[in-house]
Each structure stands twice: as structure tokens, then as C-alpha cells.
DNA sequence: AATGAATGAGTGTTCATTCAT
DNA sequence: TATGAATGAACACTCATTCAT
């Protein structure tokens, strides 16, 4: 069971061992021994790669938002229309989510607990993150598409909201279904509450 | 410090006492020691209540979800029109949380990392709340305020997505804002996604 | 299940109560609360009756083997010949067993352990009833039914032993099957080690 | 006091430990801290070498009894005679109980009160130990030294339970005299039962 | 780079017992 | 005679972390 063999070197070993066993049983019933044996060495070696759990905790996360700080540029290059990149922007978050919901999983129920979760390098980045919106907004009402009032912030707290609640739905379900169901409609509702009439 | 002449009997200073170190430190880092002597009992006396400290963090938001429960339907009653229902929906909820935030972040924070939260009562509960918010976008949708084709479901969705982002930010940030900030603008804002043109 | 209305005062609801429980899970097992429960009323009331729990695991053998003692002079009295007194003696004393194999659980398992049992009342009584045996076995060797160098002495520590051990043995195997089986070949070898030639 | 310099290794410090404050106290009344302060290491650190109390109390007897099964075929190599067998082997008994008295009141007075000892390695070790009897009694009867209608379970009943006896009064009464008091005579006298007349 | 061995500090929970009423 | 309420004192067991090798 131990991924000793896997590639990558040891300490991606010992976080992809981490994030397994965080997003299965929690952080706090996941000890420091069920991940060092999971990654196959010994738990005082997982010491010279980590400062200890609570590091490895917030480690995991904050690779994987760095990752797509840097996708989503290149992502939303070359799409005209502000409803565009806003629908581009949640298909593409999702699809990210999809493919890494272990990552998804730390963040968003086990980060939000920490008391430390503000002072992250984490929440730095997601607010990163999250600014593309206020941007995409801003270009809608420029434009046009969007009502000349449109509040950009106010617009992205609905964004935002209803984006995360399918999420973290999704996630507290277990991901038993798709994360795509109803998307396109729930898409097409919520835009209008932005579009210019 | 420990509220032992505070009005009412035991087992709500336990409660209460609970709560309040729940609320501040997190469920992990609160020691049943700690909240006993806030309550001014000895540890043993706590168990004379309660079954044990994750009993504790289970009951507390029982009881206030099942409080917001009775008095949510008392609270919709006579308000016409589905606009002014929802509107009542989202600043009775806002208003109640202002009033209890630390029940609230048990529920937000700490219960959903609970591997127990979905086969809680509070879970259950809580999806009744929400049971109401169908019928309210039923009924605008057959009254003509809203659209004819607006589906319900996907409408509670972006409703309950946004008014939790806009609770779970503002505990995240220590309640250090009014909850009401910028409410106005933002439910406004997202009503028109359900509006008939 | 509390034996509230069965006939017998307070204080032997509270014996047969803790008789059971300690029979059945073993002194260390059994607290205090489950005696008082079963014998139906509240734990501080039992320290009206008793004063404590050791108190009570002493005090139920003492009254059996009490008890015991009156009866076995009856017993014996009438008899004629040590080897018939003898074979008296042993299924006397197993009948006991068996109509009380309560009492005889916690004096043959439980209360030797007993740090204190040497000092107890039961000890004594016990060694008073196997002091008759003594007399039995002056007896046959002064009648010339037994061997005239015999040493009573020796031979009781033969008759106990295996009588002790046929008990110990039914209640280890929890009382399977009958404490009598075999009791007649065995006895009858065992008496030759006595017999005069 | 802690004997940390004593030779053999951790594990068997431990173990000594364990058989001493048992032996003394019993088995409930010692805690873990004071077993592992008397093997000079920390209680965690027993934790390394035994799953628990519990396991340490069944680990004791079980090696000691396993050394007695390898050692009594040896012991009754080359003698010849059932009566100088059983001799043999009473003597070799007592001898091996002498010489680890804190073993031997393990399982007299501690480990059959444990409600597990049934299903115990040392239960059916026990019952090997005991069955080179029935051979024994067996060989008696064939050899003509003992009786042509001899039954080997009812003559090792009074075996077993005259020798049992003797061991379990000697710890009781805390090995204050000598186990072999009277042996000589009590042998000789429990034989003559088995002798072919 | 790796680990066997060890531990300090905690942690929830139990339970016999007491006492005011 | 009875008890509801309370508690002091334990206690077995866990675990993140350290360090000599």
C-alpha cells in the first residue's frame, strides 16, 4: 500500500500521502505515523522535509493554488466577452476541483477551520485568485454587457458565493455525482442578475 | 471568569460555556477541563449532562437550528409577495446569526468538518430551513414576479450560496463588520436574477 | 429488571444485586451504580446499607459460609464411619456449590485475589469447615478404617485439593455441565490413598 | 531502584517489572506509570514494546509456561517407573514455581480471574503441560504399577488438585516456609490411591 | 538521507464516595 | 430512609516531536 515506488521524489511522496489520508479521515485524526508509513519511510524522516503536520496541512494547499494562479492567466488569454470569461473562469475552477479534490477537499473543509487559515500564504492567493473577477466584472460594465451600475464586489460575492456552495456541496456529498450537473443553467441564471438590460 | 450565578440551570452554562470556547479556540483545542471549570463544575459533573464532549458539539447547534426552525415560519407569515419573503428570508437569518454568531460558527466552522455532520439532526434541519426558500421561488414563479421558467432549485442555489459566502466571510473575519454592510445593494443585485423581465 | 418488589429487605436486594454483577463481570467490573441500579435505588442509598464496595464483596461470602458452617454439623450428624462422613462431606459441600455457584464464583475467583482476604472473616470460617475434616480423618484412623500412621493433615490437603479443583474447574468452564459427573470414581480412588490395607 | 543497568533489553526489563509490581499489588491496583518507572523508561515508551496493560498481563505467563513445556520433556527423559514419573514431575513442578514465584501467582491468583483466561495461550499451554499425566497414568496402569482399572482423568484430577493446592496456599500465604514441607509425605500417601494393590 | 528509540505533555473519561436536603 | 448533585483522584493510552547514530 505504501507508495514507495512511486515517481516523484520523497517529499512529493510524503504529501500526496498527506493529502490522501487529510482528505479521507480529517486532519486531526490523520497522525503524523499514518502518513510517513503511507509514504513509505519513517516518521522521523518525514521531519527533514517538513517542519511537522501542521506544515504539511498548509503546504498541500498552497502548491496546488499556486498552480492555478498561474493557469488561470493563460486560461482566460484570448476570450473576448465578459460573460465568456465568466463562464470559462467556473468551468475552468471546477474541472480544476475535479481533478484535484483531495487539494479541493483541505481547503475548503479543513483550511476554513484553522485558526491560522487568515495568515496564509493560502488565502493570499485565493484572493489572488478571486481578483480576476473583479476585473472580468469591471470589463462587463465597461462594455456594456453589464448593467452600467453593476458593483464589481457585490457581483463577485454572488459569483463567488453560489460557485463555492456547489463545491462545498459537492465535497460534503462525496463527489457522488457530477460537479457539472445543472451547471450551465444555474450559469445562465445567475449572469442575469449582471446583464444590462 | 466562571459564570456559576449566571441565570439558568446547569446544563445551559455548560452549554453556554462551551460555546463560547468552541467559538474561540476551535472544537480540538477546547478541553472538556476548561469548559467545566467555565462552567463552574468540576469535569465529572459535566459528564453528568452530557455524554461526552463531541455530544457537546453536536447538541449546541441543535438546539439553536432547531429554535430558528419554529420561529422562521412565525417570521414568514403575512409578508406578501416572494420578493419581500425572500428579502425577510435573508435579514431574519443575517439578524439571527448577528445575535448568536458563535452558534453560528460552530454550524459553519466546526460541524462540517465533522465526519458525522450529514447524519446530523442539525444537517436535517437545516435542509428544512432551506425546504422554505422552494416554496417561496414557487410561488413567484407562479405569481408572475418571478420567471416562468425559473427553477427553483438551481434559484436556491445562487440564494443560499451567496448568503452563506457573506456569512462565512464575515465569521472568517471575526464579525469585525456589520453583517449588513453593502446587504441592500447585493440582494438587489441578485434578485434580478430571478426577476420576469 | 431491578428486583424492586422481591421479597427480602433493602439490604438483601442489595446483596443478591451485587452477587450477580460480580459473579457475572467480576468485582473490578462491576461498579457501584449498576449494583445500586439492579438492586433498585440510588447509589448513595447503598451507603446507608453497606460501606463500600470492598465492604460488599467481603460481606456476601461471609454470610454464605456462615451459613455453611451451621449446616455441615447437621450434616454430619447421625453418621456413621469417616468414609462415610467423608463422602458426606464432599457432596454436601457440592450441592452448596451448586445451588449457590454465586457465592462460590466470588469466593473460589474473586475474593482470592483479594489483597486483604487472609484477614477476613471468611478465611477463618473456611479453615473452622475444613477443620472437621481434621476430625474425620482422627477418626478413621482411630477406628481402623484408615490407615494408622495416616497423617490427617496430609490427607485433607489431598481431599481439598481435588475437591477444590473439580469446583474451580465447573466454574472456569461456567458451569457446562454437572458438578457431580464422575464424583463417584473419583472419590472412591481418591479414598483408597486413606484406606488401611 | 529502577533497575536500568540490569541486563537484557528493554522489552524484558519491562516484563520483570510488570511480573514484580503484579506479583505485589495485583494486577488492577498497578498502573502503567509505575511498571514503566520501575523499568527506567517513560510510560509512552512501553507503549513501543506492548499494546497495553492488559496485553502485558497475558504476555508474562505465556512465555514463562511456554519455557515449562520445552523443559519438561527433558526433565522426564530416561526415568523409568510411572510413579518415579509423576514424582518427577511434581517435584520438577514445584521446583520451576520456586524459582518464579511472581509467574506462578500470576496465574494462580491474577490471570484466573481474568475473563479472558479461557481463550489464553497459557489455558491451552496448560492443558499440554498437563496432559503428559494422562500418559503417565496411562503407562501405570499398562506396566502393572498402578491399578489395571485406573482411570488417568480421575487420577489426575486428585493430581492436579492436591499439587495446585499446596502451590496456591504457599502463595497465599506469601512463600513464608518452604513449598517442600510434607511433600515426601503427601506424595506417598496420594500415590497409594493409584497403586495396584 | 534515514531511523529506532524514547518521551513530555496532554486528554477524555470513569467511578467510588460524600453530603445537603 | 432516600437521593440528586457533585467531585477528587485516578488512569490508560496517544501522538507530535526529538536526537543520537
Redesign the pocket.
Known amino acids: 500500500m505504501p507508495n514507495k515506488n512511486s515517481k516523484g521524489n520523497?517529499k512529493n511522496r510524503i504529501i500526496e500521502s498527506a493529502k490522501k489520508l487529510f482528505a479521507e479521515q480529517g486532519y486531526q485524526?490523520?497522525?503524523?505515523?499514518e502518513i510517513?508509513k503511507q509514504a513509505g519511510?519513517?516518521?522521523?524522516?518525514?521531519?527533514?522535509?517538513f517542519?511537522?503536520?501542521?506544515?504539511l496541512l498548509l503546504t498541500i494547499p498552497d502548491l496546488w493554488v499556486s498552480e492555478l494562479i498561474k493557469d488561470l492567466k493563460e486560461q482566460l488569454f484570448g476570450i473576448k466577452g465578459s460573460f465568456n470569461k465568466l463562464r470559462k473562469f467556473l468551468w475552468w475552477y471546477l474541472r480544476r476541483i475535479e481533478e484535484a479534490p483531495l487539494d479541493a477537499k483541505i481547503v475548503y473543509l479543513f483550511l476554513k477551520t484553522n485558526a491560522n487559515f487568515m495568515d496564509t500564504e493560502v488565502y493570499s492567493n485565493v484572493k489572488i485568485l478571486y481578483s480576476y473577477l473583479i476585473d472580468i466584472f469591471e470589463e462587463g460594465r465597461t462594455s456594456g454587457e453589464m448593467k452600467p451600475d453593476l458593483n464589481p464586489y457585490f457581483a463577485r460575492t454572488i459569483f463567488i458565493g453560489t460557485m463555492e456552495h456547489i463545491v462545498t456541496r459537492w465535497l460534503l456529498k462525496d463527489m457522488s455525482y457530477s460537479l457539472f450537473d445543472n451547471l450551465e443553467d444555474t450559469f445562465d441564471l445567475m449572469v442575469d442578475a449582471y446583464r444590462s438590460k
Chains 1, 2, 3, 4 share one sequence.
Do not use: F
Not at 29 to 33: A, E, L, P, S, W
Not at 41 to 49: D, P, V
Open positions: 520523497t485524526k490523520t497522525t503524523v505515523m510517513s519511510l519513517s516518521e522521523a524522516a518525514l521531519y527533514e522535509y517542519q511537522g503536520k501542521e506544515d
